[in-house]
């Protein structure tokens, strides 16, 4: 008999990955259009747990409005012998993974970014109802994880109750990174790797190390180091780390294996520090992305709960489809919170005296991890809207980045006059970029781009004028 007979909708892997168009949709809880979301995981005593208790805070699915998007929250509290604080962070990214076991029930993102969406054909199928959502879960739970012994779970979707949760649950997340700060990479021979979200980006493997939190922020390398012993076989697994090729870049060649055998050979190199060359993949439930801005040369930062553009023009939407899939892509990097606050940020390419753009509440929230010789000269949404305002911001408020301006500018020597020639179609491509053929002004000629990698610092395209003033 299978457990999920009393379920009105197929349970079950195969939904892994299954993406919800806001067309298909009955109703959204929680994601971009919502302020307070939240999911949490507290481990308790075993007399404060009733087991199989489903409780449900607010108006039920069924009470919902179709199309609507609700603030809402999952609490879930679990007890067993054998259950400590430290798994609280890992149980609760299990949640992801359930959740997308439900035929027509989206999850995406983490503790307080959630987003979920139920389809409207496992709606019409009879899943409409928060009680058949926890029965899932509590099933998939104990199956999966049996060291939890009783587990009841909450769901919250009275908008004031929701709100008081989320503040708790914010000051728990932040308590708890703050356990894990202090540790340094150099000083454990074992890193740890997530592979939970490969549904959503098969070639992504997340590499957690003491100093470079989980890309969705949800788990620390102790979070790692306690699911990979409770749970050997499951998606959070010990990498040897080896021996460290590149300890500015953070290469190292146990990351390399390991990731290499994850992706199945899709992605043979990763620089842990870095987001040039080999950059750590990203999924898409990384909290925010750190994005190079050419014109001035260093990194811009913008996270998931932003609702504007980008000082480039770009809003996270778009930034986060250049960033997620499991790709390497130079310059577009998926990070956690967390791992701003720790000093390999973005090692090799300079750290904080690299970022010059960054949300004014993020700023807020990671400002004591900052140089104090950078801060009020990083600009947020607050001083500059678009390049040309980034960069008088920038050299009125003297930052670091922009003495790199003076000592890569090149001089400049241009031929006054070039001979127009045919050239053939050449084989090239720009990884990343969809580009069928680029037309080039002015010079008779187009390039198709197919197949090959081009890196440059700056691309500079002029119309020259050809002799005899033709």
């Excluded at 890193?191 to 493997?205: E, I, K, M, R």
Aim: aromatic residues 10%; glycine residues 10%.
């Amino acid at each position: 008999m299978s457990m999920f007979e009393d379920i009105p909708v197929d349970v079950g892997v195969v939904y892994e990955g299954e993406r919800i168009r806001r067309r298909e949709m009955y109703v959204e809880l929680g994601g971009p259009r919502v302020q307070y979301k939240f999911e949490l995981v507290r481990v308790k005593k075993p007399e404060e747990v009733e087991d199989g208790k489903i409780t449900i805070v607010g108006p039920d699915l069924k009470d919902l409005e179709e199309g609507k998007s609700y603030p809402f929250g999952i609490y879930i509290e679990v007890a067993g012998k054998q259950l400590e604080e430290d798994l609280e962070g890992v149980i609760e990214r299990r949640i992801h993974e359930y959740c997308n076991y439900i035929e027509g029930f989206m999850h995406l993102n983490q503790r307080y970014d959630i987003w979920l969406r139920l389809s409207k054909k496992s709606y019409k199928k009879g899943l409409n109802s928060f009680m058949y959502i926890g029965k899932v879960l509590q099933r998939l739970f104990k199956s999966e994880l049996p060291i939890i012994e009783k587990i009841q779970i909450t769901f919250f979707t009275d908008p004031e109750k929701v709100k008081e949760m989320y503040e708790k649950a914010l000051k728990i997340y932040e308590a708890r990174d703050a356990r894990a700060r202090g540790l340094k990479d150099e000083e454990v021979d074992t890193f740890y790797g997530c592979s939970l979200c490969q549904s959503f980006a098969p070639t992504h493997v997340c590499v957690i190390t003491p100093q470079r939190y989980s890309n969705c922020g949800a788990i620390s390398w102790f979070d790692g180091r306690a699911a990979a012993r409770v749970d050997p076989k499951g998606p959070l697994f010990a990498i040897k780390k080896g021996e460290c090729l590149d300890p500015v870049k953070g290469e190292y060649t146990g990351v390399n294996e390991a990731v290499k055998e994850k992706s199945l050979g899709a992605i043979t190199r990763v620089w842990l520090y870095t987001a040039f060359g080999y950059p750590h993949t990203s999924c898409g439930c990384f909290e925010a992305i750190a994005f190079y801005i050419p014109e001035v040369d260093g990194f811009g930062i913008v996270h998931r709960g932003f609702k504007g553009v980008t000082v480039n023009g770009l809003p996270f939407s778009t930034l986060a489809d250049s960033t997620a899939g499991g790709r390497q892509i130079d310059g577009f990097h998926g990070i956690s919170i967390e791992y701003m606050r720790s000093p390999k940020f973005l090692q090799a390419d300079g750290g904080w005296h690299r970022v010059v753009w960054v949300p004014s509440e993020v700023l807020e929230r990671v400002k004591d991890f900052i140089p104090k010789e950078l801060i009020g000269k990083i600009a947020t949404e607050k001083d500059a809207t678009n390049i040309e305002e980034l960069k008088k911001f920038l050299i009125e408020k003297g930052h670091p980045i922009v003495e790199r301006w003076k000592e890569e500018a090149p001089e400049e020597k241009e031929e006054e006059v070039v001979e127009e020639k045919e050239i053939p179609e050449l084989p090239l491509t720009i990884e990343g970029v969809p580009v069928a053929g680029v037309p080039m002004a002015g010079g008779g000629f187009k390039i198709i781009l197919k197949n090959v990698k081009i890196k440059a610092k700056k691309a500079i395209i002029r119309r020259i004028e050809k002799s005899g003033g033709k």
